[in-house]
């Protein structure tokens, strides 16, 4: 089983930028999945960011598409989530998963990291 | 984007009971639905794929069923490590979209 680990500021100031890891061991970066950011802002349900596969190709919400990057460092066996112009509404805890190579489900999970944004 | 909609939002129930959650989607999504489990403070869990695959490792008391807008998730004899929130997730197009999650609460 993947495990996977979120890291990045727990508060980031309005008008700021989100910039969160997600270090992934007992697996390849470079395998056939896609790997997703999704994100609970308190008391609501699930809304996914994103995901990128294994090559680079990437797919985005939307609703998030001009604020968000996701990428990969294959050096490093990790992958990030850069969003830009936050404000309160973004304040929610972030997970990292992988997903299958179909892109059907969120088969592992990180733990999840809360991330404020402040005024 | 394609809406899911679960019902009830909450509910009571004993250990032993049988529990059915309902997921509805906005528009056809074919057999593209994935049931999660989440306990506070914790990341969700994968519990069924492809509305009615059980993922590896989870116990034979969740079966999920449906096809097209209508899908089912159901916990026969509920046990104590049961009691969480639920939340059905399609994956048949992009934005990927979750339902607002069905409570289960000890009665």
């Known amino acids: 089983q993947v495990q996977l680990q979120e890291s990045g500021p727990g508060l980031v100031k309005s008008s700021g930028t989100l910039s969160l890891t997600c270090a992934v061991s007992g697996g390849s970066i470079s395998s056939s999945n896609w790997w997703s950011w999704v994100r609970q802002p308190p008391g609501r349900r699930l809304e996914w960011i994103g995901e990128i596969y294994h090559i680079g190709s990437t797919n985005y919400n939307p609703s998030l598409k001009s604020r968000v990057t996701i990428s990969l460092d294959k050096s490093k066996n990790q992958f990030s989530l850069n969003l830009t112009s936050v404000t309160a509404a973004d304040t929610a805890v972030y997970y990292c998963a992988r997903v299958d190579e179909g892109a059907t489900r969120f088969e592992d999970w990180g733990q999840g990291t809360l991330v404020t944004v402040s005024s | 984007d394609t809406q899911m909609t679960q019902s009830p939002s909450s509910l009571s129930a004993s250990v032993g009971d049988r529990v059915t959650i309902t997921c509805r989607a906005s528009q056809s999504i074919s057999s593209h639905l994935n049931w999660y489990q989440q306990k506070p403070g914790k990341a969700p869990k994968l519990l069924i794929y492809?509305?009615?695959t059980l993922q590896s490792g989870v116990p034979s008391r969740f079966s999920g069923s449906g096809y097209g807008t209508d899908f089912t998730l159901t916990i026969t004899s509920l046990q104590p490590e049961d009691f969480a929130t639920y939340y059905c997730q399609h994956s048949y197009d992009t934005p990927r979209t979750f339902g607002q999650g069905t409570k289960v609460e000890i009665k």
């Open positions: 492809r509305a009615s």
